[in-house]
């Protein structure tokens, strides 16, 4: 068992914990961190749920991952399938499924379900990543499951499953893909982000000129190349006004102008990312203190215990406490990414990528729009956000890594 | 296989936490404006308004008090459900007010959604009462209580000034950060010069509230907390009933009264005519109401005791009677010879002496006097002997108060004007001038030009033979009992007081015996006047003058009348001044036919 990896955990969850806590701490009321009716003490029981979650994993053999990941996989799509028919809308989104007044996001455990089907395929023996039919084959694990969340109206759930071409980029895939993915971005947030494209054009024509001056070799399918390159550039560009107009719904649209200019509409769609931004810019160096913050529990920032709770780590505990919280996530990230490379079976080793993968974009997307670096996308912060589906799947994910991790001299012995 | 790429993957993990912790920096170290848009959220500053002083007159009767009005604020994100018809129905709005209104709010410069906004202004306590009880149907709107100013009487309008919102470029030069849009400020008058002591100091609340605007108690305990201080209130020196017996006698007609206690400089009487009635400029009409009084043609609001600049006319004799006795170029028993060819004179007289001269306001004599004054022959050129008499002669005048504002407890007091040498060589142009060129100021006209408060601290001045006290309007701030410091001082003119009993005796002779005596002169008490008659630029009328002082042994009243194009002196001007001095003095007038002859208005024949 990886114990640094099981403290890390204890300690985010523990953190989160506190922080839902001081988000709805109301000091006239003087709530108490265990009222059940309230989202602290209910988190209480998901985070006690929690650990028999870890023990069931712990007590079951590892070669049951391995042996019924497809199953999984299916079982957890058949959910996802179910959800638009006989789901419960909760706060605009049909992504619950219920028993009584109990509701689980299938969404959340798509995550590992997803990342057990990819890590079983890749490590299928004689898998070859730069077999064509195999890259489209994981495509498709990771689509549908995609397509499926979209059609609960879950985009940043969705957009999740986009993590996983980190997996693909460390098993082989080339990266051409992944940079063509990311250049892709840049041009599209540049695009919204200056105003005049007459200057990006001219970007493109002096990069395109510099690239042709140094070009000695093959200069004629050199220059054709980076005329067509450039050109796509521009037709991309053109193509963003018309994609931000016409393809994105409202909703969507103005989460991304909220990036841009969030003060346009303070107390419209930018309300969101500029409380979120007082609440932290407020907490100063040492920030306020626990529970005297003013911005969350006085509710001036939305989804304060849930996607928004980085936001009172911010406000409370200031740089200081946003620094210790960064630093405990990267310290977890760089343990998953030690333990994955120790791994001597593929299997293991692409599920703990494939972990890290989604923690990872969980923690830039999530952090990144409450400090206004990203349009607001709603997904948690794991281990902190309040919910119980959330902190289950993550909590799944990770001890499913660490039982494998654990039986990593079983499976060489095995094989 | 592709192990090398573990450090890439590491590198981004560590290359975008790097990238949150330095925006993080930037937000929460570096730019310190998040605090202050923190604290505007959740920190609700409530402004605890100090009731303003009151204002009484020297008796202890009541001229300005508060009366409750409210304000009506909102809280725009938390307005819900809003129903406007209902709304305007219980405002008493039409839809296009309400509109107006909304537009205007999202205006304001502290707008902003989160924080409580001036909506509707000035709701009386009868609309109040009507939309008490309906408040609680429109979720966001929080009624204020304010107060504004209520007036006993319509009297001394232009002196007790008026009350209303501080307007932008009055926010910009408070420097002293008091003042907030919205507030109200002395405008003008006694509530513009006593601002500080009137209005009290307010004291502030600090309520935190969520984002719903739910009170969440006070915010650090209350340590920052202060409670308000009332404003102090204010005694005249008006004598109300005087005050309005002069408004009464001046209806109809342009022109100042100013009457002054001249023992103490306490203004007793201050009209300033025509008027308006202070109530329309308090309230919820002061705009359309400003409008209109602000662009009548007869300039209620100009306030003429001091601000309208005349010539003096014959009162200003007396004056060169005393400068040139101090300046020995007379003496009281001086005879000059009514020479009508140089200057044209009235009345029935050939070659008085100085108490003569005064007495039936000879012209030809002042010429004389004024020569003998300017021209002392102290060089051999008349220019330049002329510049240096004219130098002397300025000295003396100004030291009865003429020429520069008095120092009255009022704003935009003017100063008049008593011409010396750099004058002249600028309305000359630098072409040369002498006596021969400048002698209308001997009797008054030409150049001179003063406010009728310096008329009647010139008359106050002759009544305490050579001294006054600077006139004013309030005697006593708060509790105390004085009034400003500046007013206990005694200032003392250039001239001996010896001199001074030559224009009392003059000035009695006036009232008894000549211009003055059929309209002026009261039975059992010695008035001591004069008359003028100042040039009007035809076919207007002259404006009619008149300076007292009663009695003529410790003066009790000194009082200045101007009364414009309404002919001579000693008809219009010495009516009203006398029925001052007898309302003053003996209560009531018990000349019914002058005070009919005032109110009827036809001085000219």
Known sequence: MDWVTVMLYAVLVLLGWLNIYAS????????????????????????????????????????????????????????????????????????????????????????????LAVAKFVGTIGFRMDNLRNQLMLFVMIGVPMILILLQKDTGTALVFTSFLIVFYREGMSPFLIIVGIACAIIFVLALLVENNIYLYAVIGVVWAVLVFFSRKKKFKRIALLTVGALLVIGLLQSVDYVVDNVLKPHQQNRVKALINPDADPLGYGWNVTQSKIAIGSGGFWGKGFLKGTQTKFDFVPEQSTDFIFCTIGEEHGWLGSLITIGLWVVLMMRIIFIAERQKNRFTRVFAYSTLAIMLFHFSVNIGMTVGLFPVIGIPLPFFSYGGSSLWGFTIMLFILLKLDAHRGQVLQRI | ????????????????????????????????????????????????????????????????????????????????????????????????????????????????????????????NDDFARVQDRLDDFHGFYVQARSSRSYTTSAFANGLGYVSEISKNQLAKDSTQT???????????????????????????????????????????????TL???????????????????????????????????????????????????????????????????????????NRPLMAQYRPGSIFKIAQAMVALQEGVITPDTRVYCNRTIINCHGAHSNEDLRGAITHSCNPYFHNVLRRMLNKGKTNDPFEDTRIGLEEWNTHIRSFGFGAPLGIDLPNEKSGLVPNGKFYDRAYGGRPWKFSNIYSIAIGEGENLVVPLQMANFAATVANRGFFYTPHLVKSIGDSGTPLPQYLDKHYTTIDSSYF?????????????????????????????????????????????????????????????YVEDAGQGARAAASIASLMIEKYLLGGTQRKHIEDYVLRGEFLD
């Open chain 2, 501 to 561: 009993i030559v224009a009392v005796d003059a000035m009695q002779n006036v009232v008894q015996g000549g211009t003055g005596q059929y309209r002026a002169s009261l039975k059992d008490i010695i008035v001591c006047g004069k008359t003028g008659t100042v040039e009007n630029n035809p076919p207007l009328a002259d404006h009619s003058v008149f300076i007292a002082f009663a009695p003529r042994d410790n003066p009790k009243i000194a009082v200045a009348v």
């Open chain 1, 24 to 115: 709805v701490y109301d000091e006239t009321i003087g709530q108490s961190i265990f009222d059940f009716s309230l989202s602290p003490g209910r988190q209480l029981l998901f985070m006690a749920a929690g650990v028999v979650i870890i023990i069931a994993i712990l007590i079951i053999d590892m070669r049951f991952y391995d042996t019924f990941a497809y199953i999984i996989y299916g079982a957890i799509l058949f959910l996802l399938i179910l959800v638009p028919i006989i789901g419960k809308e909760v706060g605009g989104n049909k992504a619950w499924l219920g028993i009584g007044s109990f509701g689980v996001q299938p969404s959340e455990f798509a995550k590992f379900a997803t990342a």
């Open chain 2, 179 to 225: 003042y907030k849009q919205g507030d109200y400020i002395g405008q003008s008058g006694i509530e513009a010069y006593y601002e500080k002591y009137l209005s009290g100091k307010r004291g502030v609340r600090y309520k935190m509230r969520d984002v719903d605007g739910i009170d969440k108690g006070s915010f650090k305990d209350g340590e920052l907390d």
């Open chain 2, 1 to 124: 296989m592709n192990e090398g790429r573990k450090d890439i993957i590491q590198v981004l993990v560590i290359l975008v936490s790097l990238v949150f912790l330095i925006k993080l920096f930037a937000i929460q170290v570096l730019d310190n404006k998040y605090g202050k848009l923190a604290d505007s959220n959740a920190i609700l500053r409530q402004v605890d308004y100090p009731v303003r002083g009151l204002i009484y007159d020297r008796n202890g009767k009541l001229l300005v008090y508060n009366s409750p009005e409210y304000d009506v604020q909102v809280v725009a994100k938390e307005i819900k459900n809003f129903d406007s018809a209902e709304f305007c129905k219980v405002f008493r709005l039409t839809p296009e007010e309400l509109r107006k209104a909304f537009k205007e709010l999202k205006q304001k410069k502290e707008y902003s959604p989160v924080k409580l906004t001036t909506f509707l202004t000035q709701l009386s």
């Open chain 2, 228 to 302: 308000s201080v009332p404003g102090q209130n204010l005694t005249t020196t008006i004598d109300l009933d005087l005050q309005l017996y002069g408004e009464f006698l001046m209806q109809g007609k342009s022109g100042s009264i100013v009457a002054i206690e001249p023992s103490s400089g306490e203004i007793l009487s201050f009209v300033s005519g025509p008027s308006y009635d202070p109530n329309l400029l308090a309230g919820k009409y002061y705009s359309q109401n400003f409008k209109a009084i602000s662009s009548d043609t007869a300039k209620p609001l100009f």
